[in-house]
């Protein structure tokens, strides 16, 4: 059966995913993989939870703010074998991929590359994450293709909301909670229902 869980915040800035009755399904690290090692953690049980994991990033970003910068440098081959090397750190690790529209894991040929050829790796799949502002124009067109092609062999799929930040070249698509951006949550939810695996959590940002 499907879970439900939502995505939190404790007062020292821990993001987790966590069922409502407080049980921690796994915990959220902002770090960058390229270039930073992943972070271990005490716990006092035999089963730590997973970490939630940035596919990883080239050029510039404010994490905190949810931007990042547009990469040229993502299409390069060495891109490309950076990519092959942070995925296996990653699966190798237990951990669940975030893919992001200006990662390396950026869009759904990616993702779907990644489940073909690494067929362990678990996926947290944030529609709005992987939206450029160019796409939210034709946004509920978009959302059909993500959710459609991703939402059943997910990990977990997040329902939050994408707003745009910036102007020009800066600009950006962040994610946001549900009503305030431009996404029909109506529909998304929907989406998500529909399409869904047995085993894919739903997840809703607060």
């Given at each position: 059966?499907?879970?439900?869980?939502?995505?939190?915040?404790?007062a020292?800035?821990?993001?987790?995913?966590?069922?409502d009755?407080?049980?921690?399904?796994?915990?959220?690290?902002?770090?960058?993989?390229?270039r930073?090692?992943?972070?271990?953690?005490?716990?006092?049980d035999r089963?730590?939870?997973?970490l939630?994991?940035?596919?990883?990033?080239?050029?510039?970003?404010?994490p905190?703010d949810?931007?990042?910068?547009?990469?040229?440098?993502a299409?390069?081959?060495?891109?490309a074998t950076?990519?092959?090397?942070?995925?296996e750190?990653?699966?190798?690790a237990?951990?669940?991929?975030?893919p992001?529209a200006?990662h390396l894991?950026s869009?759904?040929?990616?993702?779907?590359?990644?489940?073909?050829?690494?067929?362990?790796?678990?996926?947290?799949?944030?529609?709005a994450?992987?939206?450029e502002?160019?796409?939210?124009?034709?946004?509920?067109?978009?959302?059909?293709?993500?959710?459609?092609?991703?939402?059943?062999?997910?990990?977990?799929v997040v329902?939050?909301?994408?707003?745009?930040?910036?102007?020009?070249?800066?600009a950006?698509c962040?994610s946001?909670a549900?009503?305030?951006?431009?996404?029909?949550?109506?529909?998304l939810?929907?989406?998500?229902?529909?399409h869904?695996?047995?085993?894919?959590?739903?997840?809703?940002?607060?």
């Amino acid at each position: 059966m499907t879970e439900r869980a939502r995505w939190q915040q404790s007062a020292t800035g821990e993001e987790t995913i966590a069922l409502d009755d407080g049980t921690i399904l796994a915990r959220v690290w902002a770090g960058n993989p390229v270039r930073e090692p992943l972070p271990f953690y005490e716990r006092d049980d035999r089963s730590p939870e997973p970490l939630v994991c940035w596919s990883g990033w080239l050029d510039d970003a404010r994490p905190a703010d949810g931007w990042f910068e547009r990469s040229a440098s993502a299409w390069l081959p060495s891109a490309a074998t950076e990519r092959d090397r942070v995925v296996e750190t990653l699966v190798e690790a237990g951990a669940i991929i975030r893919p992001h529209a200006r990662h390396l894991i950026s869009d759904i040929p990616a993702c779907l590359n990644l489940l073909r050829q690494q067929p362990e790796a678990k996926l947290l799949i944030e529609p709005a994450l992987f939206f450029e502002p160019s796409m939210v124009a034709t946004s509920d067109e978009q959302l059909v293709r993500i959710v459609e092609s991703l939402a059943g062999s997910a990990w977990g799929v997040v329902l939050s909301d994408v707003a745009i930040r910036g102007d020009g070249d800066e600009a950006g698509c962040v994610s946001v909670a549900a009503g305030q951006g431009r996404l029909d949550m109506a529909a998304l939810r929907a989406l998500v229902a529909e399409h869904a695996g047995p085993n894919t959590r739903l997840i809703e940002r607060t």
